[in-house]
């Protein structure tokens, strides 16, 4: 549920990204920003980020001078430098422009962001964070504080310095807004919003004003890294985040809201109407735009729901509900028949879909194989298997769907149980 603070009486949640902080100029136009802000009265958390490529820097002089061989607790320790430097700099900035400020550094008895000791890529733990966030910034704001919190930082129960992988400080700023109960997250980058495409490959790519979470997901499984996907875990789904270009005058600046949140569970799901494979097989089908040309124009005139779609050289392969797919049969029967490339057709027995859903699954080893893994423990043959964005469907008998999906829940159980999802 959004709040509905006044206009004078907003909390925000601010990061700052290296590439805004890169020079002088820049700094200077991001602390304009947080100033004019909370001259309105607005309540401000800055996050930053180490300035410009300091952290890709100072890994490349600690390989060089470890010979690549330094411990990863010593590795943390020394990137930790590039994040706390900036809140340094980004506090005294705001001082110097009559705003009260503060900083907070991990070795503070205080330090809000804890997590486990897997250094390089550690996990908050998330409770705790969330109560040290609500307790530490709470009072800051009470003294009138800005508080500046080095982003990408944390610290193991008993002191050590962890960083958060990456895009560690966008978890910062997440974590620290779901605590807080913030108005809105603002990530100030060196781009004016999400795009519809890249515009280094795509010379009109338009910027997008909107976008869920699992929107977005589905994007970074490309490759492209708008907000890194760990990061994503940590978005309140209740709280917006707003990305804005950093050559913007103000905070008010439009560019790309991203909406929701996702679950962190895995979930599976039967769907309720029955299904078939149909198959053409042929010679070069792949390269063959009649056929696949054909098919497609038939599919749009039948309205049919393509549930899954194969195609290699030697076979093109449709999954479509039963319901409604005998008209559809000939036409695709028809295709055979008129185009050389096309040779026969064949029909599978009904089957069932089977869904599992998750936002990581990409990052969780072993999803595909625990699942078929079951079904074989129980004689079941897949009959097609597809991985799309943040779902894997898999297609078995329709008479043993039941049987199917109790296996295919209990392998998802017992992986979630070893891993960290």
Known sequence: MKNNRDVGNRLLVVKFGGSSLSNEEKIENAVSKVVKEVRKGTKIVVVVSAMGKTTDELIKFLDEASGGKAPPQDMDDLLSMGERTSARIFSAALKAHGVAACYLDPYDPDWPIITDDNFNNANPLLEESLERVRKVITELFKKGFVPVIPGFIGKTKDGRVTTLGRGGSDTTAFIVAHALNADQVILVTDVEGIMTADPKLIGNAEKLDIIDVERLIGLTDTGKKF????????????????????????LEAEGTVITGGTPREITTSLVEYPSMAVTIVGKGLSRSHNVLKSIFDLLERNKNNLLGLSINQESVILYLPKEKVEETLKGLHGIVLRESDALALAVSPELALIKIKGAYLSETPGVISAASGALSSIGLNIYGLFTITSSIHIFVDWDSRFKALQSVEGSMKRLIEQSSY
Do not use: T
């Open 227 to 250: 907000i890194h996907r760990k990061a994503l875990r940590y978005k309140p789904p209740h709280i917006d985040v707003k990305i804005i270009s950093n050559k913007s005058e103000s």
